[in-house]
């Protein structure tokens, strides 16, 4: 299948495959107004960035294969990573994680850039996975200048 190009890569980061590799890219579409801004997750207003995350958080990711949101605890964090136990798909890197805070509103915390046991890359698409990867989003909007649309801004 042949996909329509919507844009282009200007920046783009890829450390390797182990769980705390970066790997993480911004595009920057031809025709933003094709594509509105959404500042809502799973019906969520998405209300700001995490600041900071840590082991025992609950976190959920939502990826375009699994179709719902996957939740889970995080067990493990390196660098700009967090590795949690959301069940995931193959085909799911890509989508939002992100942290329900007790008023019901989304926090933006990363992208999930893998779902997998953490110990064997290989192993991402044989199957559904126990845990998933985020790569943490502040550093990147820091990094990149970028400002998050949130549902207050």
């Known amino acids: 299948a042949l996909y329509p190009t919507v844009g282009g890569f200007t920046q783009s980061v890829y450390d ?14 031809d025709r933003h107004e094709k ?16 600041d900071s995350v840590e082991i025992g958080d609950e976190l959920c990711h939502l990826g375009v294969r699994s179709g719902e949101p996957m939740c889970g605890t995080v ?7 967090v590795r949690f136990t959301a069940a995931g798909t193959c085909g799911d890197a890509g989508g939002p994680a992100y942290r329900v805070r007790p008023d019901g509103t989304a926090e933006a915390v990363g992208i999930l850039s893998v ?20 790569q943490l989003i502040k550093p990147w909007l820091q990094a990149w200048d970028l400002t998050l649309v949130t549902s207050t801004s």
């Open 75 to 81: 067990i493990a964090g390196e660098r700009d990573s």
């Open 16 to 29: 390797g495959d182990r769980w705390g590799d970066s790997n993480i890219g911004l595009v920057v579409l």
């Open 115 to 134: 779902v997998s046991d953490g110990n064997d890359p290989e192993a991402v698409c044989t199957g559904p996975q126990e845990s998933s990867v985020a």
């Open 35 to 50: 594509f509105p801004l959404s500042a809502e997750v799973d019906g969520r207003p998405v209300t700001g960035v995490a």
